[in-house]
């Protein structure tokens, strides 16, 4: 299994996917910055103040003044007021929700990115895993060896696990260095409220408490990594069920595309809880936005994307053991 790993390895390294993702990472991360430090500086701008209770109190007034208006949605009108309390919560409680420095801009990053734009770079990597091998024709060779067809696909497997890793922790490195640069590498120990929940529309601060941001960033690149996995696992599946790499990325592309849709439009179809797309966004919990179906939480979240992701593993195993390769 070593030597097999270790020549998997040693593919996804000759093919320099990783390399491709790191570049398109930079670049990304760089255009965000840029953004993000043209944002501030607008609002100092309009403030005339760097202080960080004027912005909030500014935000807060801003959006009461969208509520007020009579051509919003009733679900984007409760979805705006959660935010006014819990930027109120911040207020009063004397807490800093955008402490400058790299971690803070890392910290929104990573909640941003966590339903399409980082399951995109996995699927660069898991898309052609195994179907590279038909279109290359080599296939065949690797069934001939004396090693049985599970162990062939589990040192696939495992090597997606790492390079889903190495994403990860590259994702979090490029944006704490680049963002650095700009906002500085401090605020590592920033309070940082979490454990809101929302019931019945209305936000419920019962739970809240404070951690480090060093603790909330820990546990937010641990939920990163594992919805990560997921999509990585079912675009290995769909490597082993398409011949054809463009259909399978293709076809797993449409599904981030359709689940970052759906998460805007399907609060009243209580049934689509249970796709999968529509649980990616784990990190919106730990920062108390409301989910896309009134209900769903962390812990179901959680469940849900491990049973279909088992069953993506499982299809995988099956699939690939049984099949007549010609």
């Known amino acids: ?45 309009k403030l005339g103040t760097t202080d960080w209770r004027s912005s909030l109190q500014q935000q807060i007034v801003d959006t009461q003044n969208r509520l007020s208006g009579s051509q ?17 919560y911040y207020l009063d409680h004397d807490i800093n929700p955008t402490e400058p420095g790299a971690p803070t801009f890392v910290r929104g990053f ?26 290359m024709g080599t296939i065949k060779l690797l069934l001939t060896r004396p090693v ?22 590259m994702f979090g490195a490029l944006a704490y260095l680049i963002s650095g ?26 739970g809240v408490h404070l951690v480090p941001q060093w603790r909330y960033l820990l546990m937010e690149f641990g939920l990163a990594w594992f919805v990560s996995l997921v999509v990585g696992t ?6 082993v069920l398409i011949r054809s790499t ?14 970052t849709i759906l998460s805007n439009m399907v609060s009243s179809w209580e049934t689509a809880k249970y796709l999968f797309v529509v649980n990616l966004d784990l990190t919106g919990y730990l920062a108390g936005s409301p989910p896309p179906i009134e209900g ?14 088992a069953a993506a593993f499982i299809t995988s195993f099956l699939v690939f053991t049984k099949r007549d390769v010609y």
């Not at 009733?74 to 109120?88: M, N, S």
């Not at 079912?234 to 490597?239: E, I, K, W």
């Not at 463009?246 to 689940?259: E, H, R, S, Y």
């Open 296 to 309: 769903m939480t962390l812990g179901f979240s959680l469940i849900v994307l491990a049973i279909w992701g």
């Open 72 to 88: 919003i949605s009733d679900e984007w009108k409760k979805q705006l007021q959660i935010r006014v309390t819990q930027q109120q």
């Open 110 to 135: 990573i909640e941003n990115a966590i339903q399409l734009l980082l399951p995109l770079m996995v699927l660069v990597v898991a898309s052609d895993i195994v179907s590279s091998e038909n279109s």
């Open 1 to 45: 299994m070593a030597n097999l790993l270790y020549n998997e390895m040693l593919k996804l390294v000759t093919k320099k996917r990783l390399v491709v993702v790191g570049l398109i990472m930079a670049v990304l991360i760089g255009t965000f910055t840029y953004a993000q430090y043209k944002e501030t500086e607008r609002l100092r701008e």
């Open 234 to 239: 079912f675009s290995f599946m769909f490597s």
């Open 181 to 206: 640069i700009v906002f500085g590498f401090t605020g590592w120990s920033a309070p940082v409220l979490t454990g809101f929940t929302v019931q019945s529309g209305e936000l419920n601060t019962a």
């Open 148 to 169: 049985r067809r599970w162990k062939i696909l589990m040192s696939k497997y495992m090597t997606l696990v790492l390079a889903v890793s190495i994403i990860v922790l």
């Open 246 to 259: 463009a259909a399978g990325m293709g076809v797993m592309l449409a599904c981030l595309i359709a689940g």
